[in-house]
């Protein structure tokens, strides 16, 4: 009986080495994949913003001729390479999926940030009446919250 007790201690032993090896092996797979979805995901933030810069660098372009214009005095020049770099910008931006955060009607905290509350003949209490700044979304996600003063 001793002897079958053996074998059978080794057999466990064995299952158990075997258990061992295969866990430290999916172990490993694991590592890997998590490094490999590291590096994508790197690379894909990368492209993204490969390609975002691609849309800007026209935007610079038209920035510069509207500096080169302002150095010539050339104020009718000035305002139409302004007027001409805000549609660019304002469209890539569109294209990217960016929107302006309305601002008309009730004050609402999850799209807007109350600088100031002033008494207003015009206006019901908890009414945006002024933007400071304009905000922004992406998707549903805010970028940046239209900072605005609201009536009391």
């Known amino acids: 009986m001793t002897d079958e007790r053996v074998e059978q201690q080794e057999e466990q032993e064995g299952a158990a080495a075997e258990i061992d090896d295969r866990l430290l092996r999916l172990a490993a797979d694991f590592d890997n994949y998590k490094k490999r ?5 790197q690379e894909y933030v990368a492209f993204a913003n490969e390609r975002l810069l691609k849309e800007l660098l026209p935007i610079l372009d038209d920035l510069e001729r509207a500096l080169d214009a302002a150095e010539e005095h050339q104020e009718a020049q000035l305002e139409e390479g302004v007027r001409l770099v805000h549609r660019s910008l304002a469209g890539l931006l569109e294209r990217q999926g ?4 309305a601002t008309e009607g009730a004050f609402d905290p999850h799209v807007h940030e109350a600088l100031l509350a002033q008494p ?3 206006a019901e209490s908890g009414a945006v009446i002024d933007v400071v700044q304009k905000g922004y979304t992406l998707g549903d996600r805010v970028v940046r919250p239209a900072r605005v003063i609201v009536a009391e």
Not at 37 to 41: G, P, T
Not at 98 to 101: A, D, L, M, Q, S
């Open 37 to 41: 979805a590291a590096r994508e995901r």
């Open 98 to 101: 960016v929107k302006e955060i």
């Open 120 to 122: 207003s003949e015009d």
